[in-house]
């Protein structure tokens, strides 16, 4: 027997019910499916590069060329396929002027399977650095 179908309008008998997606259990990404430090480290540098090419310094653009950068390295890093990683991408912008500029950071991760990638831009007039992290998410 066939089930019935409902005619226009009408509403069927037994409410069809969305196939819910059920836990992997996955604890470690497959080798193919890591974090890649170096492909990263492209597409920031190729990003940085688009950005920034042939523009001087200008302290009110500084942030709104942060903010890009970081949204497009965030979008390409995505189409690299690495599922069930949650990327933070953070992006420093200055003036450039002789000085020197120390930047840190501390995480609590697992080796094993997250990373980062950065790449450090100098320009005449202004430095960009862009560090993209990588975690696995259980």
Known sequence: MSPAVPAEGEVPATPTVPEASENSYIIRPNFKDKFKPAL???VIQDVINE???NKTYDPDQAPTWCKN?????????????MERYKLAVNVVIGE????GI????RCFWDSDTDNYAQYFYMG????CLATAFGVFFY
């Open 124 to 127: 005449e007039t202004m430095f």
């Open 51 to 53: 950005h920034l090419a």
């Open 40 to 42: 990263v480290k492209e």
């Open 102 to 105: 120390k930047v840190g950071c």
């Open 69 to 81: 950068i970081t949204e497009a390295v965030k979008e390409r890093v995505k189409q690299l396929g």
């Open 96 to 99: 450039q002027r002789g000085q």
